[in-house]
């Protein structure tokens, strides 16, 4: 994808299923992205993420195809080299905003319900994307990533929906469709992301605990074997749509959030004077 936008350069603090829309649909404008991750992300949704690379070494998702890099100059080379770079830092992304200068965007694309440390200093125009951030208080603007009639909407002022504590509905499915950790340990998948499973098949283990489908569909995320769980976290996710395509792409969700990520940006008459300076 080409950079139309040199002089704007994103930080988008997270590589997960939401935070990768927002590095596609930004880098599909013309912007140049830089993303950040934990040496060890928690990722589901492995296929459809950009932070993959953290772990593979490079992912191609909806045809742009992410690297992870060592160094802000192996950054900037693989931006003109059409790919985007992701830098493993284990600060939450405090460690790049400084390496990397003055970025004119930040997205916080985390999904941690909570601020992690995010401020309205960290660039020109900061975007904090649902529960745990305020627009003009700790952000400039604020996507709404609860599903429903304010998906994606834009707030310049206040606070986005509070955070429900339920998974959103996939197709017929909501709390179920959560494969969680039976025990601590590391998990060992018997299946593979995008395989149609049957209610009641082995999807994977941790500790010698079964983890089975609930239900008939696709297994549409599991969590690395290399990264340690505890009991009860979210480590996989069965889609009852059972639509092997869907595993593997930018959902739905995603997009209607980066799409407001997209409005802020253009919207910010902070970006605009750099955009037309």
């Given amino acids: 994808m080409d950079v139309l936008f040199r002089n704007v350069l994103v930080l988008v603090r997270g590589g997960g299923d939401l935070a990768s829309g927002v590095a596609y649909r930004l880098a599909a404008a013309g912007f140049p992205v830089i993303i950040?991750?934990?040496?060890?992300?928690?990722l589901i949704r492995r296929k459809a993420c950009y932070g993959t690379a953290v772990f593979e070494g490079h992912v191609t998702v909806d045809g742009l195809t992410a690297q992870r890099v060592q160094s802000p100059a192996e950054a900037l080379a693989t931006l003109g080299e059409g790919r985007l770079p992701v830098l493993a830092d284990a600060s939450g992304g405090a460690l790049a905003t400084h390496l990397y200068g003055d970025p004119a965007v930040l997205v916080d694309g985390?999904?941690?319900?909570?601020?992690?440390?995010?401020?309205?200093?960290?660039?020109?125009?900061?975007?904090?994307?649902?529960?745990g951030f305020t627009a003009s208080l700790d952000c400039h603007a604020v996507?709404?990533?609860?599903?429903g009639h304010n998906l994606g909407r834009v707030i310049w002022n206040g606070s986005p929906e509070p955070d429900t504590k339920t998974p959103g509905l996939i197709g017929t499915q909501r709390a179920r469709r959560v494969l969680r950790a039976p025990a601590d340990g590391h998990v060992e998948?018997?299946?593979?992301?995008?395989?149609?499973?049957?209610?009641?098949?082995?999807v994977a283990s941790v500790n010698g605990h079964d983890i089975r489908a609930p239900f008939r569909g696709a297994l549409r995320g599991l969590i690395h074997p290399s990264?340690?769980?505890?009991?009860?976290?979210?480590?996989?996710?069965?889609?009852?749509?059972a639509n092997p395509d869907y595993c593997d792409t930018i959902s739905d969700k995603a997009l209607a959030v980066s799409g407001g990520v997209l409005e802020a940006v253009l919207a910010s008459q902070a970006i605009r004077e750099r955009l037309f300076r």
């Avoid at 950040?36 to 928690?42: I, M, R, S, W």
């Fill in 227 to 241: 990264v340690a769980v505890t009991t009860g976290l979210k480590v996989g996710d069965v889609d009852p749509r």
């Fill in 143 to 147: 996507v709404e990533t609860n599903r």
């Fill in 36 to 42: 950040t991750e934990l040496p060890a992300p928690l």
């Fill in 110 to 131: 985390r999904m941690a319900k909570t601020n992690l440390g995010t401020t309205k200093d960290d660039a020109p125009l900061v975007v904090g994307l649902g529960p």
């Fill in 189 to 202: 998948g018997h299946a593979e992301i995008g395989d149609l499973l049957e209610e009641g098949q082995l």
